[in-house]
């Protein structure tokens, strides 16, 4: 329920819920429908349906603090997808190593050889979440 209301009230002061473009309101509908654990069925439909809106829906999400929003989108987004990780990439880059640490946390269990690579070059980083990047990317790729 808390993120219904925490995406709704992104979406809101993005102005997507008032949004006159058809597509889009459409898919505001489609989400006011959805019940329980919904971001794989939503993911999937932006993908296939809606893949010119990603950034313009998972901005305001990401942009609106939310913790647990922000870290559905790591865990839900497709990095094999060339938009997708270059979102994570670019939203990872901005993340404070303490204040953000659930956020780091989830890059570092969803981060392919690329993104975690760029999370072992901070200098801020927490030794746990450190040695998590260091053992995913070690079974990523193994030496």
Not at 14 to 35: H, S
Request: with cysteine.
């Amino acid at each position: 329920m808390h993120q219904r209301e925490a995406a709704r009230a992104a979406w809101a002061e993005a102005g997507l819920l008032k949004t006159t473009d058809l597509k889009l309101r459409r898919f505001m509908r489609e989400f006011e429908t959805q019940t329980g654990d919904c971001w794989p069925q939503l993911a999937a439909r932006v993908r296939s349906d809606y893949p010119e809106y990603l950034e313009r829906l998972a901005a305001p999400l990401w942009k609106s603090g939310d913790t647990l929003l922000r870290v559905n989108l790591i865990r839900h987004a497709d990095l094999a997808r060339k938009d997708e990780s270059e979102l994570i990439q670019r939203w990872a880059a901005t993340l404070d190593a303490e204040r953000n640490r659930y956020e780091l946390a989830a890059v570092v269990d969803q981060g392919g050889t690329e993104l975690l690579d760029k999370v072992l070059k901070r200098k801020k980083l927490p030794d746990s979440l450190r040695l998590a990047a260091q053992q995913r990317r070690l079974q990523i790729e193994p030496p």
